[in-house]
C-alpha cells in the first residue's frame, strides 16, 4: 500500500513540476540610519531599521538550461553587473545545481533612490529558484547565499520591519509599523550607495 502510495506521489510531482513563477519584490525604505564606523575592506558598519512597502517590482523566473537576464528598462545591465544574475549564479554555485534560469524583470521600482530594488530582485531569484528546483533551502541558507551578492539582500527575504546590524545583514525583527501612508519623491539624479557612505 504505501509502495503504491509513493508511486502516485511520485507520478503527481513530475505531472505538476513547477516550470515558471511570477513574482512581486517589494521595496523599502530606511526609517533611521546611522553609519558607525568603517571596515578596513571599505564597507560600514550601520544601525538602520528599514522597512518593507507596498511599491514592488514583477519577476518572472523560469526553469532553463542556461542564465538569462531580461528586463523592461533598458539602462538596467542584464549580465553580471545586475544582482539578480549574481543571485542566480550564487545559488546554482552553492547548491552545485547545473541549471540556468530565464529571468524577467518588469521594474517599477526607481533606482538610484535607496529603496533596494535591486537587492530585492536578487532575493526574489534566490527564493524563487529555491522552489522550481526544489532543493529546500531553509531561509537561513537563501539568506547566506544573499549576504554574498549584497548586504541589503538578506532583508529582503524576511522583509516587514528590522533592525539592520553589522554591514546590514545581522537582522532583528521587530513589530510590525501600524498600517499608514508614505509619499516617496524621487528627482530625476542617480546616487550611488558607494558615494552617499
Not at 513574482?23 to 538602520?48: F, Q, S
Not at 521600482?109 to 530585492?120: E, K, Q, Y
Not at 516587514?160 to 519623491?185: H, K, N, R, S, Y
Request: with cysteine; aromatic share 10%; glycine share 8%.
Amino acid at each position: 500500500m504505501s509502495l503504491v502510495f509513493s508511486l502516485c506521489n511520485f507520478y503527481v510531482k513530475i505531472f505538476f513540476e513547477v516550470k515558471i513563477l511570477n513574482l512581486k519584490t517589494y521595496a523599502k525604505v530606511n526609517i533611521t540610519l546611522d553609519i558607525t564606523g568603517k571596515r578596513p575592506n571599505g564597507y560600514h558598519d550601520v544601525l538602520m531599521i528599514m522597512q518593507e512597502i507596498s511599491l514592488y517590482d514583477n519577476i518572472v523566473i523560469e526553469k532553463s538550461d542556461e542564465l538569462s537576464v531580461w528586463c523592461n528598462k533598458s539602462y538596467i545591465p542584464c549580465d553580471r553587473r545586475n544582482i539578480a544574475y549574481k543571485a542566480a549564479e550564487a545559488f546554482f554555485e552553492y547548491t552545485q545545481i547545473k541549471g540556468g534560469a530565464d529571468i524577467r524583470i518588469y521594474k517599477s521600482i526607481p533606482t538610484g533612490a535607496g529603496l533596494g530594488g535591486g537587492s530585492s530582485n536578487g532575493a526574489g531569484v534566490i527564493m524563487a529558484l529555491n522552489k522550481l528546483y526544489d532543493t529546500s533551502l531553509t531561509v537561513d541558507e537563501c539568506m547566506k547565499i544573499g549576504a554574498k551578492i549584497g548586504a541589503d539582500v538578506p532583508f529582503f527575504m524576511l522583509g516587514g520591519t528590522c533592525l539592520a546590524e553589522g554591514i546590514g545583514e545581522i537582522l532583528t525583527p521587530l513589530p510590525d509599523m501600524p498600517e499608514c501612508f508614505l509619499v516617496l519623491a524621487k528627482p530625476k539624479i542617480h546616487v550611488s550607495t558607494k558615494w552617499v557612505y
